[in-house]
């Protein structure tokens, strides 16, 4: 079998077995493929096992990979840091936004999605690890930020993303991801439509799984190690 095929049976084996472990059906967690960096013959190869959900970081790489692969019936998820001046190519090019990280750009993608598709998912991403350095609403912001932004036209609000602080402690990476379940939680007080936790990714899928993660987010365990960024 080749390594793509190979790899990507193997995740959804760790997925069954921690779903077991939790007493959750695997039916509720989705993989979503982390293509960058990958060429669009890896993407072809994920397609051919199945694979349809795709993550892409960087709007300038994706769009010619999107454009190759249009022959295919792929969903494109954006999950890297969003520019202003991109939020227009960012709503008509994907399906799924899980990086949005302010309203005013929830705004943006709102007003730029052409009203002939249908509404552009989006993730609110939150700074779980608390890292000045990373991106994210704060926590104490995120409630606010949900209820203005459920309220746009063009965009449905489905739930939040996290990216926790590395790390190899399993408890860690449980804490880090039982935050963000417990804001989603408090979040369905007021916006019970909310369905979405996008967690995880290949070193800690299995502790996202048992906190409740819906998307796992998976590059490396799938595509194997990438090349750094110049
Ligand atoms: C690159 C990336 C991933 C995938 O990470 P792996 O460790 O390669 O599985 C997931 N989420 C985001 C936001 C990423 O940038």
Request: with cysteine.
């Given at each position: 079998m080749?390594?793509?095929e190979?790899n990507?049976?193997a ?7 921690s779903?077991a ?11 979503l493929a982390v293509?960058?960096t ?11 096992c ?6 892409e ?21 954006y999950?890297?840091?969003i ?5 227009r ?10 990086s949005v990280?302010r309203?005013?750009t929830?705004?943006?993608l ?6 002939g598709?249908?509404p ?11 890292e ?6 704060a926590?104490?912001d995120?409630?606010?930020a ?6 746009l036209e ?8 996290g ?20 804001l989603?939680?408090?979040l369905?007080?007021?916006?019970p ?7 995880g ?10 906190e409740g993660?819906n ?12 090349p750094?960024?110049?």
């Amino acid at each position: 079998m080749a390594s793509i095929e190979k790899n990507i049976a193997a995740i959804h084996q760790r997925m069954a077995i921690s779903a077991a472990a939790c007493g959750r059906n695997v039916a509720d967690i989705q993989l979503l493929a982390v293509s960058k960096t990958r060429p669009a013959s890896d993407i072809r190869a994920a397609i051919a096992c199945g694979q349809r959900d795709f993550g892409e970081n960087y709007l300038q790489e994706a769009l010619p990979k999107i454009e190759a692969l249009a022959d295919e019936s792929i969903c494109w998820h954006y999950i890297g840091p969003i520019q202003s001046n991109k939020t227009r190519a960012i709503a008509n090019s994907f399906d799924w936004v899980h990086s949005v990280d302010r309203i005013k750009t929830a705004r943006r993608l709102g007003q730029q999605r052409d009203p002939g598709k249908p509404p552009l998912n989006i993730c609110l991403q939150v700074n779980i690890s608390g890292e000045a350095s990373k991106s994210g609403f704060a926590a104490a912001d995120i409630g606010t930020a949900a209820v203005e932004i459920a309220t746009l036209e063009g965009l449905v609000l489905r739930g939040l993303m996290g990216i926790p602080r590395p790390t190899a402690e399993v408890l860690e990476q449980r804490r880090q991801f039982a935050l963000l379940r417990q804001l989603l939680e408090s979040l369905q007080q007021h916006l019970p439509e909310l369905d979405t936790l996008s967690m995880g990714m290949s070193a800690d899928m299995e502790a996202a799984i048992l906190e409740g993660a819906n998307w796992l987010r998976i590059g490396t365990a799938i595509f194997g190690p990438r090349p750094a960024r110049p």
